[in-house]
């Protein structure tokens, strides 16, 4: 099993830069996927981007290619979401998820943190 806890949120402008990170608990987070997703007031949950364990392959949700990195420091336990250029319809609550397959649904992930929020002015 494995415990999340997200981390960085906050306000921002637009245009402006938030790096999100995820702290992991627990010896095995190696050998898990990691994600993240994030769910607007009214929307439902939607990806945003995918690390396979070893970080050897990433997935990015179309609306967010180009403006989000996510990467991990398997040293360290934790999983990162770097956003430049942040847009309005950014803001969001946004989780990380932990899987052992690599999947682009929430539902294909098994450990969940609390989420940050994440407000983006215009």
């Known amino acids: 099993q494995v415990q999340l806890v997200e981390s960085g949120g906050g306000l921002v402008q637009a245009g402006g830069s938030l790096r999100l990170s995820c702290a992991a608990s627990g010896r095995t987070f190696s050998s898990y996927a990691m994600a993240w997703f994030r769910q607007a007031p009214g929307k439902e949950r939607e990806f945003v981007a995918a690390?396979?364990?070893?970080?050897?392959?990433?997935d990015y949700a179309d609306s967010v290619k180009g403006r989000v990195t996510i990467s991990r420091d398997n040293a360290k336990n934790t999983v990162y979401l770097q956003m430049s250029r942040l847009k309005p319809e950014d803001t969001a609550v946004y989780y990380c998820a932990a899987s052992y397959q690599l999947s682009v649904v929430p539902t294909g992930y098994d450990y969940w943190g609390q989420g940050t929020q994440v407000t983006v002015s215009s």
């Open positions: 690390i396979s364990w070893s970080g050897g392959r990433t």
